[in-house]
């Protein structure tokens, strides 16, 4: 193994950008894009300029592809433990890494440090460590078709996988693609969110100390122009995307072509549903973590359909803004900050216009928490959290994902009817119900229609656990072993005639 100690710490993030700006890396070695075009990457706390980032099109997807290919045969030819010892290793040494990556990531998204980006950063170990213990899993089968014949299936990696990801958890969503599609024997270009280039693009840097040459690549630039040549290159075999419905049904239309296949994580609206037995303290504090108020509710599992029991809706909404009351707004660096920025103009007017939109319809918007009192501050991306009551079912806010700090809350009389109203979403990635009831959570765990349901508990993302939608929230799984052998492999089957 080379010398890992080679890359230091670095904690002061504004360093670190000096480093990795305007680059891609390609081949182990941070290169500037082909056209010499890069673009602006802002801190959404202050709209200051951080650095540049490299603008990647067609040329570059194809210098990062073709080395990942070259590598690809040689990896693939390891033994797959020893595959999985290296990824591992990645993982320990990005433990080492984790205050500095921390760091880069609260300034380029405007996640509150100490309640976000530190979190992403700490699990970042965990999701490597596991896939590299599991690469002596890619097991295949012996299968009893003839005495005479010895037939078995192997799994064998696709070859060159690219990944396109979103900003509004970067490193760990990287992470979840990148460790089972290394470990499984393939080889990955990385296209980056073009609001958070640097953070992944360090993991980059880290990991490839460490890594055969070529191995994983990481090009940063815009959807058309970047994102959509890595799923029409000829060698790219396997295409897994995170974000938003439009842009994957781009991406799978584009894999169509060339009969590939994809993963998608697609949106969500999920319900959370409290009946009137629940433990209202719980419920509320799985309302404010399944909302992800200290992420201004930027995620895809937030649970933004809260529907709650006609008997305890007051008690239940007051409750809620208390808490949500007490959380700090403020500069995300700052340890003090409970909730950081919206990550981009283009995300902050379309969290206000939905915001005005529910007013206009007649609902009623309860804004928690202070704006930050800095003038530093003032032109940041600031959204104060709120709870909408009295919107209507058929409201857009209701229907739609906002992918803001908004929670809708929403009254019911009984539980057929939430049921039904809770699976009329064209999405389906999480839901909750809250009960002391074992008949109506068992009940409930069948008959909601989402990927991931759970009783009396908010968002639990871990590397062993299946994670993905039914419906427009996405097609496969990320996370688990499932993941690595269904989406990384493919099954080969081989007879051997002994007659
Ligand atoms: P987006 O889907 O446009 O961006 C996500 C990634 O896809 C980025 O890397 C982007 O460059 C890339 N991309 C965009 N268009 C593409 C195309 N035609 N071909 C290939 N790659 C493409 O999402 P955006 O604009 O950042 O956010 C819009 C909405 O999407 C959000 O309000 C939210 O509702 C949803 N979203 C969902 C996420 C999730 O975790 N499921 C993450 C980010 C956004
Ligand atoms: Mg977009």
């Known amino acids: 193994m080379p010398d890992a100690s080679a890359l230091v710490a670095q904690t002061d993030p504004f360093a670190l950008v000096r480093e990795l700006e305007g680059k891609h890396l390609i081949d182990g070695k941070l290169v500037g894009p082909a056209t010499g075009k890069t673009f602006d990457v802002l801190n959404p706390a202050n709209l200051q300029v951080i650095g540049q980032a490299a603008e990647g099109e067609a040329e570059d ?5 073709q080395a990942a290919a070259r590598v690809q045969k040689a990896w693939a030819a390891t033994p797959a433990r020893e ?5 591992a290793a990645c993982g320990r040494l990005l433990e080492q890494h984790k205050e500095e990556l921390a760091k880069l990531v609260a300034l ?9 980006s530190r979190v992403e950063a700490g699990v970042l170990a965990d999701a490597f460590v596991f896939y590299g213990g599991l690469a002596s899993e890619l097991k295949g089968e012996s299968v009893p078709f003839n005495p005479d014949m010895l037939t078995v299936t192997t799994r064998e990696p696709i070859g060159v996988v690219g990944a396109i990801i979103p900003w509004n958890v970067p490193m760990m969503l990287m992470a979840f693609k990148i460790a089972p599609a290394l470990v499984a024997g393939n080889a ?12 992944v693009l360090r993991i980059c840097q880290i990991m490839n100390q460490v890594l055969p040459k070529g191995l994983f690549n990481l090009l940063s630039g815009f959807g058309p122009e970047c994102g959509q040549p890595l799923v029409a290159h000829p060698k790219v075999g396997k295409v897994t995307f995170t974000g938003s419905v439009e842009a994957g049904k781009a991406v799978y239309r584009t894999a169509a072509e060339k009969l590939i296949p994809v993963t998608l994580e697609l949106g969500g609206k999920s319900p959370m549903i409290v009946m009137a037995d629940a433990d209202l303290d719980k419920a509320v504090a ?3 973590a399944g909302m992800r108020f200290t992420r201004q509710g930027q995620s895809c599992t937030a649970a933004s359909r809260i529907y709650v029991h006609r008997s305890i809706r007051h008690s239940f909404v007051d409750a809620l803004k208390t808490k949500v009351d007490a959380l700090v707004m403020g500069d995300p660096l700052d340890e003090k900050t409970d ?5 981009s103009q283009q995300q902050f007017e379309r969290v206000k216009s939905y915001i005005a939109q529910g007013e206009a319809e007649g609902g009623t918007a309860h804004r928690c928490s202070a704006l930050p009192a800095d003038a530093a501050l003032s032109q940041g991306y600031y959204v104060q959290p709120v709870i909408f009551t009295e919107l209507k079912e058929n409201s857009r806010l209701v229907g ?23 699976n009329a979403s064209e999405y389906g990635l999480a839901a909750t ?13 069948k008959r909601l229609e989402a990927g991931f349901v759970q009783v009396n508990q908010n968002l639990v993302v871990m590397p062993n656990l299946s994670y993905g939608g039914v419906k427009h929230s996405g097609l496969g799984k990320e996370a688990s072993l499932e993941a690595m052998l269904e989406h990384f492999t493919h099954k080969k089957t081989i007879i051997f005639n002994m007659q």
């Open 61 to 65: 997807v194809d210098r990062a592809v």
């Open 83 to 87: 595959r999985g010892k290296l990824i």
């Open 108 to 116: 380029e998204t405007g996640k509150a440090l100490r309640t976000e």
């Open 188 to 199: 990955v270009v990385v296209k980056s969110a073009e609001e958070a280039p640097y953070a």
């Open 286 to 288: 799985g309302a404010i």
């Open 339 to 343: 909730i950081g920025t919206i990550v």
């Open 400 to 422: 739609e994902e906002i992918f803001g700090p908004v929670a809708c809350v929403l009254d019911f009389d009984g539980y057929e009817e939430v049921l039904q109203r809770a």
């Open 433 to 445: 119900v809250w009960t002391r009831d074992l008949h109506t959570a068992l009940d409930a765990t």
